[in-house]
C-alpha cells in the first residue's frame, strides 16, 4: 500500500499572517442583530452599536462558551442567549443576572478579546493582532477602491482551498491563457513566456517578460498593514480598456478562504454608466465564469499535498517568490 506524506503549509502561515488587516465581510451583511463568522480559524461575533459603528469580539460567551451571534442586542449590549450575561460595545461583562455576587466580584474581570473594525470600500476590515494591547496601524487599502476617478464592483466568494492557494494563483500570470483560454478576457497572447519578479518596497511584481497589455500579464503583492494583489486584465469591449482587480483572500480556517476581487474602471461620464450596466446584464457573469474556472483548480490541488510532487519551471517564479515572501513575513512577525 502507498502511504501518502502528509505535506503541511507552513505552521505560522496556513491560518493567516497576523498582524494585519483583513476584509471579513460585506458591509451590509452586518446589522443591528449579531453576526457569527468564522476568520482566520476564529469565531468573531459582529454587530452595531445606536451610533452604526461595527463591533467584533469572541465569539464565545465568557460564562460556558455559547456563541454570542445567537444572542441579541439590546441599547447597546449584547446579551447571551443562554443564561442572559451582557457585554457592552468594549467586550466588558455588564451584567450576570443569575447571581448578584458573580455581578459584583466577576463581572468587571471579565472581558471579550476585542478586534478593531473599520468599514472601507464597502466591506467590514478587521485587525487580526498578536497582541491585543498592542497599538492597530492605520488601515491602508488600495488608492482606486476611495478614489472617485473609479468605480466598481465587489465580488465575493468563498472557496474550498487554503489562502496560500488562492495567493499562488495570483502570483502565476502564465495560468490565464490555458485555464481560462476560452474566455472573452483571457485568451489572447503567447502560451510561453519567462517570468520576471522585482522587489518593491513593501511586496513584489510579478512580469510576464515578453508581453504586458494583453492577457493576466502582471501582478503586484502588497503586504504592510493589510495583504493585496492589483493586476489588470484588457477588456475587448463593453466599453474597451482596462479593468483593475484588487484582490484579497481572508481564510476562513486552513481549508477554506473568503475571497475578494473587487473590478474597477477609471471611466467617466457615458463610459461609465455603460459599464455599470454592462457589468450588471453582461460582464458580471462572464467574469464568474473565469473564476469558476480558478475555484474549481484550487479546489483540486488538495491544499497543500499539491506540493508534495510538483515541479516548478521558470514560469513559477512568481509562486516561488511569494513563498519566500510570505516566510519572511511570517519570521519577523513571530516573537523570538
Ligand atoms: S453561556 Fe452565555 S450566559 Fe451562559
Ligand atoms: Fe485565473
Known amino acids: 500500500m502507498r502511504v501518502e506524506k502528509q505535506t503541511e503549509f507552513e505552521a505560522e502561515l496556513k491560518l493567516g499572517l497576523r498582524n494585519l488587516w483583513y476584509p471579513v465581510c460585506r458591509s451590509a451583511r452586518v446589522k443591528q442583530e449579531p453576526v457569527g463568522l468564522h476568520r482566520l480559524g476564529m469565531d468573531i461575533v459582529l454587530w452595531r452599536d445606536s451610533h452604526g459603528k461595527i463591533c467584533a469580539h469572541d465569539d464565545r460567551c465568557l460564562h460556558r462558551g455559547a456563541k454570542l451571534s445567537v444572542g441579541r442586542v439590546m441599547n447597546d449590549i449584547l446579551r447571551c442567549a443562554y443564561h442572559g450575561w451582557c457585554y457592552d460595545t468594549a467586550g466588558q461583562c455588564t451584567t450576570i443576572p443569575t447571581s448578584k455576587t458573580a455581578q459584583a466580584k466577576l463581572a468587571p474581570r471579565l472581558r471579550l478579546r476585542h478586534f478593531e473594525t473599520q468599514e ?79 522587489r518593491t518596497a513593501d511586496g513584489f511584481l510579478v512580469e510576464r517578460a515578453g508581453q504586458r497589455g494583453v492577457n493576466f500579464d502582471w501582478s503586484e503583492f502588497y503586504c504592510r498593514e493589510s495583504l493585496w494583489v492589483r493586476l489588470d486584465i484588457p477588456l475587448p469591449f463593453g466599453p474597451k480598456g482596462i479593468l483593475r482587480i484588487l484582490c484579497f483572500a481572508t481564510p476562513i480556517d486552513e481549508n477554506e478562504t473568503l475571497v475578494y476581487f473587487l473590478r474597477y474602471r477609471n471611466l467617466r461620464g457615458w463610459k461609465r454608466a455603460y459599464w455599470r450596466f454592462l457589468y450588471r ?42 513563498r519566500k515572501f510570505l516566510r519572511e513575513k511570517a519570521a519577523c512577525r513571530t516573537p523570538h
Not at 296 to 311: D, K, N, T, V
Not at 313 to 322: F, M, Y
Open 120 to 198: 472601507r470600500a464597502g466591506l467590514v476590515w478587521a485587525y487580526f493582532s498578536d497582541d491585543e494591547d498592542a497599538p492597530t496601524p492605520p488601515l491602508v487599502i488600495p488608492e482606486e477602491l476611495e478614489d472617485p476617478a473609479y468605480s466598481g464592483f465587489i465580488c465575493e466568494n468563498e472557496w474550498k482551498a487554503n489562502w496560500i492557494l488562492i495567493l499562488e494563483n495570483l502570483a502565476d500570470p502564465m495560468h490565464g491563457p490555458f485555464l481560462h483560454g476560452q474566455s472573452l478576457t483571457l485568451s489572447r497572447g503567447a502560451l510561453e513566456d519567462d517570468m520576471r519578479t522585482t
Open 281 to 322: 446584464t453582461f460582464w458580471e457573469k462572464q467574469h464568474f465564469k473565469v473564476i469558476e474556472q480558478d475555484r474549481i483548480i484550487l479546489e483540486s490541488q488538495r491544499g497543500a499535498q499539491s506540493r508534495m510532487a510538483e515541479h516548478l519551471a521558470n514560469s513559477d517564479r512568481g509562486v516561488t517568490e511569494l
